[in-house]
């Protein structure tokens, strides 16, 4: 999926040097990750995380755990939801 980027000019004097966008991206990277996870969740157990349609379904969700990455920005770490069957 390619998508137009539409970013105005003066966000680029936020930057200081390479460090700050890369530091930049790297969280941004952390974060989609982060929430294609969130919405893999949503999916696969087929109910919104609160949702009374999820009560006594057998595969509630169960938190999260961390998991250290690595990219080629570097290491990140991501929350990797879970259910109770342990499956996503």
């Known amino acids: 999926m390619k998508k137009k980027l539409d970013?105005?000019?003066d966000f680029w004097k936020?930057?200081?040097?390479?460090k700050d966008?890369?530091?930049?991206?790297?969280e941004l990277?952390?974060?989609?990750?982060?929430?294609?996870?969130?919405?893999?969740?949503?999916?696969h157990p087929g109910y919104e995380k609160y949702s009374k349609e999820g009560d006594n379904s057998?595969?509630?969700r169960?938190?999260?755990y961390t998991?250290?990455?690595k990219t080629n920005l570097g290491e990140?770490?991501?929350?990797?939801?879970?259910?109770?069957?342990?499956?996503?």
């Not at 966008?21 to 790297?26: A, E, K, M, Q, V």
């Not at 990277?29 to 999916?43: C, H, P, R, V, Y």
């Not at 990140?76 to 996503?88: G, K, L």
């Open 76 to 88: 990140i770490t991501v929350n990797v939801p879970r259910d109770r069957r342990r499956r996503v």
């Open 29 to 43: 990277f952390k974060e989609g990750i982060n929430q294609m996870l969130k919405a893999e969740m949503t999916d």
């Open 67 to 69: 998991k250290t990455l």
């Open 7 to 9: 970013i105005p000019k």
């Open 58 to 60: 057998g595969n509630s």
């Open 21 to 26: 966008f890369d530091d930049f991206f790297s």
């Open 14 to 18: 936020d930057f200081k040097d390479r």
């Open 62 to 64: 169960n938190g999260d």
